[in-house]
């Protein structure tokens, strides 16, 4: 039951007993106890009154907590769907366009210059994940942010593969030695495992930051 239909059938039930009260002092206002009468009421009125004040003041405090904490969970929601939507958002425009416009087996040249902590928000205040009850929003937001640091540190190997491509390819045209030559196949070989590895990561990321975002629309975020 609300706040507001708790306190208003309160005052209807104190109304009913005052009234009820003054019919009976009515009805005996003749009797020689009439005052004994008034001064029963008055200490029930007074007893109830009093327990009214209590209540009334406890559930002003409970309903104080209980926004408090609507809005605690609130600005929890906002500053986790911001920082999430906000690096996807990033990434995308950076280089997730144009790694989903690659064709499989092949490498990803684009360098994606990760931050050293993407995700500073979530990892302050992930031990307050337990405010949300929703259990399936709580485990996604979990599950997403989960696979977003690992397409991160997928990213930085990519990085640093690409790296010793270029330092490989520039020793063996240089060089002209075979065992230089078969390195920089063998670091070719594996980006481009690692660019199938990448655009997989990357996908499912998207997929599961859509399913996220449905979640947050039905919060009515």
């Not at 002092?25 to 029930?44: E, H, M, P």
């Not at 640093?160 to 330092?167: H, K, P």
């Not at 030695?177 to 390195?183: L, M, P, S, T």
């Amino acid at each position: 039951m609300k706040f507001r239909s708790k306190v208003r059938l309160s005052l209807i039930a104190f109304a009913i007993f005052v009234i009820a009260g003054s019919c009976l002092i009515y009805v005996f206002r003749t009797a020689k106890d009439l005052a004994a009468w008034v001064q029963a009421i008055g200490s029930i009125a007074a007893i109830l009154a009093a327990i009214a004040v209590a209540w009334y003041q406890a559930e002003v405090t409970r309903e104080r907590d209980r926004q408090d904490r609507e809005a605690d969970l609130c600005g929890l929601l906002l500053s986790i769907r911001d920082e999430l939507f906000l690096n996807l958002t990033m990434a995308h425009e950076i280089v997730g366009r144009e790694l989903e416009e690659t064709a499989a087996g092949t490498i990803y040249f684009g360098i994606f210059p990760v931050p050293e902590d993407p995700f500073v928000i979530f990892n302050s205040l992930s031990h307050k994940l337990p405010m949300i009850t929703n259990e399936r929003l709580r485990l996604q937001i979990i599950k997403t942010y989960a696979i977003a640091k690992g397409v991160a540190q997928t990213f930085r190997f990519n990085n640093t593969l690409l790296s010793s491509y270029e330092i490989a390819r520039k020793i063996a045209r240089k060089s002209e030695e075979a065992v230089d030559v078969v390195e920089a196949e063998l670091i070719e070989v594996q980006l481009c495992d690692y660019g199938d590895s990448l655009r997989a990561h990357y996908k499912k990321l998207r997929a599961e930051a859509d399913t996220l975002n449905i979640l947050f629309r039905e919060m009515g975020m």
